[in-house]
């Protein structure tokens, strides 16, 4: 648990000072260290903690207004520091994608696991059951979407049957049974079946995000409509197999189109569950644009904001307008956007600016960011330092093994450990 929770970190993490002596995870805040003094290597993810706090609070208040419960997506993060704030926040439990995830999610204490995906290897069923039989408070969840599925987890004569939410999925789209027939069909398997307990209904909206609010609220409604419509129908057949029917969907773009539609009026009680992940870092592209539609339709102006940033030096500036970081596609996202300046710093001072408006990342290497400066090219020298905000923070955690948190005049005050 503490070489989880609590890491040594030394020079072979990306961002550690190369000639500082290891250090516990829980030590980095105690030694006094400010990202724009020269203690830390550039480049590097930082988290700003007024932001994750102020987030964090945010979504909590969300679901709590609608009368449902957050098992937010772990895989965003994959931080026990992050799952344990989820927690404390008063999440319901932290979503996986994987057993595997799932495994680091158990070791780091989380004891409701939901894995948005379908399980089918009798090595993932049985790592389940192990951790299950090891932890007699943990609850493991998985999603159900074919007969087929269903055949190789009955194959596998588990002691106890595992639980099961029947995916409703989309023509077009990823994984979920595409019509109410099948889904319904697929139910009453399962009902039926020994390997399993069917215990509510899934579904995914995230990918058809359009950043449209018309075509997105049609969208968002048919889909939970469907749900609704296979809970109720499964539900008057007496087909859970639970006291309690969790229904739940949510990505981080339309959470607040399916929220309202996570409570359906059942026989028995149900648990809406929200999956969101992106939310807790949020970003200043992607993501930033969807909610920024969500604050219009829930009247919201304080939404969530951007907590994560990427600072990286200015190492050259070999021709007119343009300058070259020191961050590239191994330290920032680039899968749904290129990053974009926010704030730089001169050399030898502490207190960043608002990058200008003319500033954009016109390109990413492994190693280099090719920003460009437009008119404000006199602005900028070698040795400064940039801040680049990013689009969609999945795919910049995972690039990183540790990031500082830090305070709004950028001291390091706090660090979390990543486990991808």
Excluded at 76 to 89: G, I, K, W
Excluded at 102 to 130: E, Y
Aim: aromatic share 6%; glycine share 10%.
């Amino acid at each position: 648990m503490d070489d989880l929770l609590d890491p040594l970190l030394d020079a072979r993490f990306k961002g550690f000072p190369a000639t500082h002596a290891s250090l516990r995870r829980s030590q980095v805040g105690a030694q006094g260290w400010h990202v724009l003094a020269g203690d830390l290597p550039l480049p590097l993810a930082v988290v700003r903690r007024s932001a994750l706090q102020h987030n964090l609070g945010w979504m909590q208040r969300f679901v709590a207004d609608h009368g449902i419960a957050l098992a937010p997506h772990g895989k965003t993060t994959m931080s026990p520091q992050l799952f344990q704030a989820q927690l404390e926040h008063g999440a319901w439990g932290i979503t996986f994608a994987t057993v595997g995830q799932m495994a680091i999610g158990v070791a780091a204490g989380v004891r409701r696991c939901l894995i948005a995906n379908q399980v089918l290897t009798a090595l993932d069923l049985g790592t389940i059951a192990a951790l299950c039989d090891r932890h007699a408070d943990l609850r493991v969840l998985f999603l159900l979407d074919s007969a087929a599925q269903l055949a190789l987890v009955e194959g596998t004569r588990p002691a106890r049957p595992f639980e099961v939410l029947i995916e409703v999925g989309v023509p077009g789209g990823r994984t979920g049974c595409r019509g109410h027939d099948e889904a319904l069909a697929l139910a009453r398997l399962a009902h039926a079946s020994a390997a399993v307990r069917l215990c509510g209904i899934e579904c995914y909206e995230g990918l058809a995000a359009k950043g449209d609010t018309a075509a997105d609220s049609a969208y968002a409604a048919a889909l939970m409509q469907r749900v609704q419509a296979l809970a109720s129908v499964c539900d008057g057949e007496g087909l859970f197999d639970s006291d309690e029917c969790i229904v739940s969907a949510g990505g981080s773009g339309l959470f607040d189109l399916v929220a309202p539609a996570l409570r359906p009026t059942l026989s028995r009680p149900v648990q809406g569950l929200l999956r969101s992940g992106c939310y807790v870092t949020h970003d200043q592209g992607h993501y930033r644009r969807l909610v920024s539609l969500v604050n219009q339709r829930i009247g919201c102006g304080d939404g969530l904001q951007a907590a994560m940033e990427v600072w990286a030096t200015v190492q050259s500036m070999p021709e007119p307008g343009l300058a070259l970081l020191t961050a590239g596609r191994r330290d920032i996202s680039f899968d749904m956007g290129l990053p974009m300046p926010v704030a730089w710093c001169p050399r030898g001072q502490r207190v960043p600016q608002p990058a200008p408006a003319g500033w954009s990342i016109s390109g990413l290497n492994d190693q280099h960011a090719h920003l460009r400066l437009g008119d404000a090219a006199g602005a900028l020298a070698v040795g400064d330092r940039v801040a680049l905000g990013l689009s969609h923070p999945c795919t910049t955690f995972d690039k990183w093994r540790w990031m500082p948190i830090v305070d709004d005049d950028y001291r390091v005050v706090d660090a979390l450990v990543t486990w991808f």
